[in-house]
């Protein structure tokens, strides 16, 4: 048997660059289904589901001391985040800050951040909520933090990443930024602030519009992933199919009978009084 046979049916085509290329393509993308993209998205999912969890403990759990949940110099993990603190300190207006560009409930948003010094002498960063824009993209009137010592109630969140590298923009009268980030308040006033900050809840001194939390449902991660597994399931079997399909088509026109017509000499069809083909295309033209 030839070794361009197996089973009958012909495979040499596969080596073809064609078939080669395609071949590469579909392992890297089955590889890349199930190493990469599809725990990926799992990772996400788990992650939702955890941040979900964390808003729905808050609701249960009452506030405690700033330090009873997170220690000094301690950034919010996972398992702190959304968590209802309770600090005491006074507000540092002078230090107070804009974040920009911000979209609560759908809609364009300014949020307010100040920070906060604790009686041992640091300072926390507090978000007060948020300002819906007034006359266009202007940052509307807003009432002033409290003076004196207050006792605020936020729940803990994570520094953003700021897309701006710290960027600081002067902007009506006020100094706004792109991101809820320490680092970057802290550059920007001098203020030294521990990691991560305050979101203020409703009824506390200080806040404007208590930000809404996230909605807590599951997302739609989990069923991506699955996709990305079905894919790269569906990728190498479909190629699978289409290679046989092709070696099928390969060995039925190996098996047909020739065909007369085909075999015979186009010399012995032709007129004799009919001109050559060159000499009618030297003539007329090709």
Not at 47 to 67: D, K, Y
Not at 84 to 90: D, H, S
Request: charged content about 20%; proline content about 11%; glycine content about 8%.
């Amino acid at each position: 048997m030839s070794t361009g046979y197996r089973g009958g049916m012909r495979w040499r085509f596969l080596l073809r660059p064609g078939w080669v290329a395609l071949t590469a393509v579909v392992i890297c993308f089955t590889v890349a289904a199930f190493t990469v993209l599809a725990p990926w998205q799992f990772r996400r999912a788990a992650q939702r589901a955890e941040r979900n969890a964390g808003i729905e403990s808050s609701f249960t759990t009452p506030p405690r001391p700033l330090r009873s949940v997170l220690p000094p110099h301690t950034e919010p993990t996972r398992a702190t985040e959304w968590r209802q603190a309770q600090v005491t300190g006074r507000y540092l207006p002078e230090a107070e800050m804009v974040a920009r560009l911000r979209t609560v409930q759908g809609e364009p948003a300014y949020e307010v951040l100040v920070p906060l010094r604790l009686a041992d002498g640091s300072n926390i960063l507090v978000d007060r909520g948020y300002l819906r824009p007034a006359e266009g993209m202007r940052i509307p009137e807003y009432p002033p933090v409290p003076g004196g010592e207050v006792t605020v109630t936020g729940r803990l969140r994570a520094d953003e990443q700021d897309p701006q590298s710290g960027e600081v923009v002067r902007q009506d009268g006020h100094r706004q930024v792109y991101a809820v980030s320490t680092r970057t308040v802290s550059a920007a006033t001098g203020v030294r602030l521990e990691p991560g900050y305050l979101q203020l809840v409703d009824h506390t001194p200080g806040v404007l519009s208590a930000l809404p939390l996230p909605q807590l449902d599951p997302g739609p991660s989990f069923a991506y992933a699955l996709q990305w597994i079905a894919f790269g399931t569906m990728a190498p079997l479909g190629l699978a199919y289409f290679a046989w399909k092709e070696a099928t088509e390969g060995r039925r026109e190996d098996n047909q009978p020739p065909d007369p017509d085909d075999t015979a000499d186009p010399d012995d069809t032709a007129d004799p009084h009919d001109p050559p083909v060159a000499a009618l295309a030297d003539r007329y033209g090709r």
